[in-house]
């Protein structure tokens, strides 16, 4: 089969080629005119199949989108004549906006009563901080905001605003922030990276390879082929109109890496090999192409997660690595014919570290027990803190300190109710009202006890906010609490529009909300467990004859890190498994193949370890580092394995086909390692955190 793969690749590489120059180019033209699909919705972002996301959407739906923006402005306070002026300057134009639903504000309460709304529940803490200090415009958005280009407009017509109030207030401190503008200023500090990234690693891969191999040939071939990989598996990601998520910029990185990788094994193998193209193939397809499959097969297995973005990832890289394999072998016939020359000055690097590998195998031969005992210390060093791993659920924490998303963020924590909730969803089971007396009491009993009980929840936002009068108590009777509602509606309707009442109870009045405003500081596992003592508080309180689901984005957020966990060891299962399977395949041996696993699962312990010891958290993008470093250290233990069976059999003598290995695939080894940490260490640059 080898040799008629090799046949057809004789007769279609220049065909192979061709079509590889069009579609990088169709690629980029597909990039210029339509580009990346850009959805920053929530559902784009955390998407997900399981049922906390099903409940989550069915809320939205029910109660309206929880995306808002939030302006704040501090001054001397909140009913300040500066301060209501700029406020009454900005939000007529931020309600004059196609994206903006309704608009609130203190601006909007009747002029005769505003010092003493302030107090009421539902303005301070949110349209007024505690210290009256603080004014706050709260926008809620409509569903339909999450394109681009609206969304993108929308911002920018946003910050224009506050900088124009900035520039006409200069005493007045604005913020512009919310989780509407932040997921805009995400995926921008994304793109804006990626630009930059890409030339950089283009460049990086050209020089570094140049100065390993001293071949601009090889050099050109190796980033050509990366190139062409990325570009025709982004051109793909646009004609299948797949989102552009976060992980946009891992994709890039991570096929141009691996990409690089494999021609670089097969420039070195081109070099040393008799026979020249033939050779080269003759000893290197087979290796090449396990790498390849054991690299998507790790790829292939994030594909299980039940969140979006993360299983397009998977897809992507499965498919940009085929094409990578692809576009490597049809391109090494670009390489010439013959043995390139060791023996050039410009393979001096190369002769200096196959000189010095051979003389590594040597030294490891006669100190084994060394070498072993070294990496067990080692293993067992970096082991000891992967059982504290942190899960990391604080939205904030994704950003540098002091970038404007997360200054926006500690200012609201500071000055008003958070931007986080747990929302409690209460339904009358035989759907009947809601806005009963036993109801309204219960629901000031949980809201008491959040507060009360759990330290990041500092405030409650019900339908019994609504209902409150200030220095006044819960209504008394029936007939109080109906006149009550009708007064609030009324009210309600007049400030923020006719269908404000909706964000707090459903039309039919058989399902009523709770909104419990959390802060962000606090781990994945608080976070769960205290939406669910909320939840249970709450199904005690109102009793049998209603159902009580939590759900908001704090709490989904909070499950989805969690359920990381469980899709991290089941993919790393599935790729061990994948793996070993192609390793006995390649190699013939199940003795090769288990040694092998060894130095593949090393660097997994070395990754989470250092991982606990720097106190990197776990995230939606760290929590692929199980599958993505296994997918990465088998391309050179496959190598080294194949090229030390090949030896063996040649010399019969383990210790000299170790030397030799070393002298030969080992060189190869170092260049693939050297361009791949490269190509990463250059994201530790990017102000994305994860």
């Given amino acids: 089969m080898q040799w008629a793969i090799i046949r057809w690749l004789n007769l279609h590489h220049r065909k192979i080629i061709a079509i590889a120059a069009l579609g990088t180019a ?47 402005v501090r001054g001397k306070g909140a009913l300040d004549e500066e301060t209501l002026a700029c406020l009454e300057r ?51 958005m409509s569903e339909q905001g999450g394109d681009g280009d609206q969304r993108r407009q929308t911002v920018n017509e946003l910050r224009r605003f506050v900088a124009d109030a900035q520039r006409e207030y200069p005493s007045l401190e604005i913020i512009l922030t919310g989780p509407y503008v932040t997921m805009l200023e995400m995926f921008e500090l994304v793109r804006q990276d990626l630009r930059v990234f890409s030339i950089c690693v283009a460049v990086l891969m050209t020089l570094v390879l140049y100065a390993l191999i001293g071949s601009w040939r090889t050099a050109l071939f190796a980033v050509g082929v990366a190139l062409s990989a990325v570009l025709s598996t982004l051109g793909a990601s646009v004609a299948l109109g797949v989102n552009m998520s976060l992980t946009t910029q891992m994709i890039v990185i991570m096929v141009a ?45 994030v594909c299980i997660s039940d969140i979006r973005p993360v299983r397009d990832f998977g897809a992507l890289m499965v498919l940009g690595l085929l094409l990578a394999l692809l576009f490597a072998f049809a391109g090494v016939f670009m390489l010439g014919g013959g043995r390139a020359g060791t023996d050039q000055p410009r393979a001096a690097l190369h002769r200096a570290f196959s000189t010095r590998l051979g003389r590594l195998a040597e030294w490891t031969l006669s100190h084994r027990a060394v070498v072993i005992i ?44 958070p931007l986080g909730s747990i929302e409690l969803e209460v339904r009358r089971r035989d759907g009947g009202s809601i806005v009963n007396l036993p109801a309204i009491r219960a629901c000031d009993r949980v809201a008491a006890y959040a507060v009360a009980t759990h330290g990041p929840i500092t405030k409650s936002i019900s339908l019994l906010d609504v209902l409150r009068l200030s220095n006044v108590g819960l209504p008394t009777s029936e007939y109080e609490l109906q006149l009550r ?13 006719p269908d404000a009442i909706k964000n707090f109870i459903t039309d039919d009045r058989d399902t009523l909300r709770v909104s419990l405003r959390a802060r962000e500081a606090a781990g994945v596992w608080e976070k769960i467990e205290m939406a669910e003592d909320v ?53 013939r041996s199940l003795k090769l193949a288990a040694i092998g696993m060894i130095p593949n699962l090393f ?55 170790l030397v030799r290995s070393h002298r030969s695939v080992g060189v190869a080894c170092v260049f693939t390692t050297l361009v791949i940490t490269g190509g990463f260490w250059i994201l530790c640059f990017s102000r994305f955190l994860p």
């Fill in 90 to 140: 900005i939000v007529p134009k931020a309600e004059a906006l196609p994206a903006v639903r309704r608009a609130a504000a203190v601006t909007k309460l009747p002029k005769f009563g505003r010092g003493l709304l302030m107090r009421h529940p539902l303005v301070k803490g949110v349209l007024v901080s505690n210290d009256e200090r603080t004014a706050a415009i709260i926008l809620q």
């Fill in 26 to 72: 169709a690629s980029i033209v597909a990039l210029f005119t339509r580009g990346l699909r850009e959805d920053y919705s929530i559902a784009a972002f955390v998407g997900s199949r399981n049922e906390e996301f099903a409940t989550f959407e069915r809320f939205i739906d029910t109660f309206g989108g929880n995306e808002l923006v939030l302006i704040a």
């Fill in 485 to 497: 509602f009708k007064v609030a509606e009324t009210l309600l309707g007049t400030m923020l529009g």
């Fill in 535 to 587: 939840r249970r508080n709450a199904a005690a309180a109102f009793g049998p004859d209603y159902d009580v689901t939590v759900t908001g984005l704090y709490y989904f957020y909070a499950t989805l890190i969690a359920g990381l966990l469980s899709d991290q060891n089941t993919t790393f299962v599935i790729t061990l498994i994948a793996v070993f399977a192609i390793s006995v395949l390649l190699l």
């Fill in 257 to 301: 890496v691996l990409a690089v990788a494999t021609c670089v094994h097969l420039a070195v193998g081109h070099r040393e090999a008799r026979g020249g193209t033939l050779g080269t193939f003759t000893n290197l397809m087979a290796p090449c192409t396990a790498v390849i499959l054991t690299s998507a097969a790790g790829f292939a297995s």
């Fill in 603 to 657: 660097p997994m312990v070395a990754c989470l370890g250092l991982m606990g010891w720097l106190n990197i958290p776990i995230n939606m993008a760290t929590s692929m580092i199980l599958a993505i470093s296994l997918g990465i250290a088998v391309d050179d233990t496959v190598h080294y394995l194949w090229r030390y069976r090949r030896e063996l059999k040649a010399t019969a003598d383990p210790g000299a086909a």
């Fill in 374 to 417: 070294a990496f067990l210390v080692a293993a067992g060093v970096l082991a000891i803190p992967i059982p504290a791993l942190q899960f990391e659920s604080d939205f904030v924490k994704n950003f540098r300190k002091g970038s404007a998303v997360r200054t926006g963020y500690e200012f609201v924590e500071q000055n008003l109710a």
